[in-house]
């Protein structure tokens, strides 16, 4: 069995801490935050910031964002928990910045100096240190040299004394051979999804009484939660887009002065790799060009993260012309170099090659057609915003605004379902959330440069729809429901045949799909969610399972091999690199985790709920 190979556990790099820290600031700016300086809280002597406490909530949003699939706004994010967790975060990171000062570590201004120096965040094309790029992020953060340099002065000290705790941080060879034994044992196995026309009765017809019970059964399935009937009046740019005129004479104006977007020159999307000497770069590109290895698992093996190697698109022009002509010398996407630089000897990788482009104006004429309305309406609005606000203030209605103005008046019975256009919007489901009967109708900014305000009129408790409103989603969800049932009696008794020792094809469901040398990890087209989890629990060889799936999926499987991890694949040496840095990854976590928390309970530890309250509502 494979055995866990002794590496240091967080041998990361201080410069990718910090180059997070600093992509985070710039894209943010976070450096005075709504004119709020207090500190939110401590732990022992060391503070937390506002500004601390915003940028962990900024990612931790934007985390729980890309999880479910929607842009949270702050309140939907914090209803998620995104404020406690963004308080375990910074209250963490003060733990272990105020354990470092209490025991004394720290670093000389000529270690910060050279970890700014070498950071890739401010490397120009040519490798060396930009200080315009420097300066540029250090406007952006608000910050001046000297307190940047004791932010970076803090992520070293903080780094020394995690990675003291981590040094040689390896799991136990059980805990490894018992996780690869989970993770690489294999299956072979057939299985064929039963479907609505094997059963016998494919067209079941349900009675009265039968919808009735289903209904009166499952009242949960045909509530409405409670909603909030809503009158508003809004107005966005695409209703009045089409109302505004513009000549081609503006648009050639435009065509002209975005010209580089309509006429782009031939680029590449590249990775750099830079070695201590040509010959150590000659010898990678052997290897990799020899099958030995690739070009990921070098930038693996050289300690550096994939995306920090990653130059992006470049463009002839933006490169030296010894790089420029081996780059734009070859259409394959290969491996290239090594080519000297100012920082050594240098592999590329071309990941992709963009062909030269252009549009011409007649081509690109209705697409700024469709911008250009699009921002006179924008502007349209913003002009009127002041009188539309004046008018309510005023006290007129929004059905006098309406009636006054170019706004749309409209009615919404509001709830989590809701699928109005209007509750596209987050400022609208914002409002509509905290809206109650004393809230007075205050215009508002939607996403895309429109407007609206609203009026709550009353709110509806949750109600059970009439049982006649409803009959055609109760009758879908009877058949729906027959006919899970049929297929998994069906499949129950073929797979009785099967065990028995019937091959596939006298059963008469036709033939089976054949899945051979399946991982637990991987992944079956087309199959219920559920298929290989049901799989791996057969630990006999000619036994198999009916598999109930989402959506009343039903699928009958059995198996054919139980086959041991494939220890000389290549497949199976990636995943150990994989999954080593996984398990080391996790088991850091847990260990520093354990440590500050242990911190944060001996210290004396302070939030300020009135200033992070303060904050929530700018964050409205």
Do not use: C
Request: cysteine-free; hydrophobic content about 40%.
């Amino acid at each position: 069995m494979a055995k866990f190979s002794h590496k240091k556990a967080m041998n990361v790099p201080v410069w990718i801490l910090l180059g997070l820290l600093i992509l985070g600031l710039m894209g943010f700016g976070i450096g005075n935050y709504s004119g709020v300086t207090d500190k939110i809280g401590s732990v022992g002597d060391e503070e937390i910031t506002v500004d601390e406490y915003y940028q962990a909530l900024q990612e931790v949003t934007r985390n729980l964002s890309s999880r479910v699939n929607v842009q949270l706004t702050y309140p939907e994010a914090i209803s998620f928990g995104a404020d406690r967790e963004a308080i375990g975060i910074v209250s963490r990171t003060a733990a272990l910045d105020n354990e470092a000062y209490n025991i004394g570590i720290s670093v000389g201004d000529n270690v910060v100096l050279e970890q700014i120096r070498n950071e890739p965040g401010f490397r120009g094309l040519d490798g060396n240190f930009d200080t315009n790029a420097y300066n540029f992020t250090l406007e952006n953060l608000g910050m001046t040299g000297s307190e940047f340099d004791e932010v970076v002065r803090k992520e070293i000290s903080r780094s020394l004394l995690s990675g003291s705790l981590l040094s040689d941080l390896v799991p136990s060879e059980v805990f490894w051979n018992k996780y690869i034994d989970y993770n690489f044992h294999r299956r072979t196995f057939r299985w064929i999804e039963i479907t609505d026309d094997m059963v016998r009765n494919p067209d079941p017809q349900a009675s009265d009484s039968d919808l009735r019970a289903l209904y009166d059964e499952n009242p949960e399935d045909y509530t409405l939660p409670s909603s909030k009937e809503i009158t508003y009046v809004w107005l966005t740019p695409d209703m009045i887009s089409s109302s505004f005129s513009v000549s081609d004479e503006e648009l050639q104006t435009l065509y002209n002065a975005r010209i580089d977007e309509y006429k782009r020159p031939e680029s590449r999307i590249v990775d750099r790799l830079v070695f201590p000497t040509t010959e150590e770069a000659n010898l990678a590109l052997d290897q990799i060009n020899s099958g030995i290895t690739d070009f990921d698992q070098v930038v693996i093996d050289s300690g550096i993260r994939i995306e920090d190697i990653d130059l992006g698109e470049v463009f002839r022009s933006d490169l030296s012309p010894e790089v420029g002509n081996l780059l734009f010398s070859t259409d394959e996407l290969s491996v290239l170099g090594p080519v000297q630089s100012s920082i050594g000897p240098a592999l590329f990788r071309i990941n992709g090659i963009i062909s030269a482009r252009e549009t011409p104006f007649e081509d690109a004429r209705e697409e700024l057609m469709v911008e250009r309305n699009q921002e006179l309406a924008i502007a349209s609005i913003q002009s009127n915003f002041e009188s539309y606000q004046d008018s309510l203030a005023a006290g007129a209605t929004l059905e006098e605004l309406a009636q006054e103005t170019d706004l749309v008046l409209a009615t919404i019975q509001y709830n989590a379902l809701s699928d109005d256009p209007i509750a596209e919007f987050a400022t609208f489901r914002n409002t509509a959330a905290q809206i109650d009967e004393n809230s007075f109708p205050e215009l508002m900014e939607l996403e895309n440069g429109g407007v609206m305000a609203m009026r709550l009129d009353q709110t509806i408790p949750p109600a059970l729809q009439p049982f006649e409103s409803v009959r055609d989603e109760v009758q879908g969800n009877w058949v729906a429901s027959e006919l899970g049932k049929q297929k998994f009696q069906l499949a129950e008794e073929h797979l009785a045949a099967l065990e028995g020792g019937a091959p596939f094809g006298a059963i008469g469901l036709g033939e089976p799909r054949l899945e051979s040398g399946v991982l637990r990890i991987d992944s079956i087209k087309d199959a219920p969610q559920n298929l290989l989890q049901e799989v791996f629990e057969i630990d006999v060889v000619a036994k198999g399972a009916v598999v109930s799936g989402e959506n009343n999926r039903i699928a009958l499987v059995l198996l054919d091999e139980i086959l041991p991890p494939e220890e000389d694949s290549e497949e199976f040496a990636g995943y150990l690199s994989f999954l080593e840095s996984q398990i080391t990854g996790g088991l850091s976590r847990d260990i520093i985790n354990s440590y500050t928390v242990d911190l944060i309970n001996n210290a004396e530890f302070e939030i300020n709920q009135e200033i992070l309250n303060s904050v929530h509502s700018q964050l409205q």
